[in-house]
């Protein structure tokens, strides 16, 4: 399976937010703990809505969460 | 390892075991070249109602194990991963029932020859179960590619 072009910064906001754990993150945007790894680790490309979910927990835009990087 | 992963592993794991003791009771008696038609199809009875009351067990003993992640709907990932693995498996059991519907003149008249018994019964025990294997086969191949996306992205 290709990586998805896309990189993001959870990890970084999520230890600026106090150390919060993937499952912390997980419950508050409604997805399981794994999937906040798969999508921390660049294996999975969240949906539009997940994506503006994460981006309004660390009260970010969502470029500033998500970076595109394909041509 | 997420809820739906482990509910997958036991889905398959209690399907490969009963349905495999089922397809070897099965080759067993056409073997012996002696199948009853009766006996086929209180193994299959039996086959189902071991298999849902196995498929309930494990799945309570993973949500005791993990209450609140049980409660919880799929998330998409989950959901796009179910959706992608129920696409190969249509595929698989199209594939498997048009292999079927080819094999059907083996089924229906030189396998009940071989066996020395009447077309009738035993040529429907024969196509049953041939069916029954492309279900049993389509849906080995919708849990097994689950696992497969799910351990990719772990």
């Given amino acids: ?71 | 390892m997420s809820y739906r992963e482990k509910v997958q592993w036991a889905s398959l794991a209690t399907g490969l075991l009963v349905w495999g003791i089922y397809f070897a009771h099965f080759a067993v008696s056409l073997a012996a070249g002696q199948p009853k038609p009766g006996d086929a199809l209180g193994g299959f009875i039996s086959a189902v109602f071991v298999l849902v009351i196995l498929q309930i067990a494990a799945i309570i003993a993973i949500a005791v194990h993990r209450p609140s992640e049980a409660e919880l709907p799929a998330d998409p990932r989950e959901r796009e991963i179910e959706g992608r693995a129920a696409v190969a498996g249509y595929i698989v059991l199209c594939l498997a029932v048009v292999t079927v519907m080819l094999a059907t003149p083996l089924l229906t008249v030189a396998g009940p020859a071989a066996l020395g018994q009447p077309g009738g019964p035993a040529a429907a025990m024969l196509v049953g179960n041939a069916l029954l294997a492309a279900l049993v086969f389509a849906s080995v191949v919708h849990s097994v590619w689950q696992l497969v996306l799910y351990r990719r992205q772990a």
């Fill in chain 1, 1 to 71: 399976m290709a990586t998805p072009p896309i990189t993001n910064q959870i990890r970084t906001l999520r230890f600026l937010a106090g150390e919060m754990t993937q499952a912390e993150l997980g419950d508050r945007v409604g997805v399981t703990r794994q999937t906040i790894a798969a999508i921390e680790q660049g294996k999975y490309s969240p949906t539009l809505e997940t994506a503006f979910r994460i981006a309004q927990i660390f009260k970010k835009p969502l470029e500033d969460v998500f970076q595109w990087q394909g041509n």
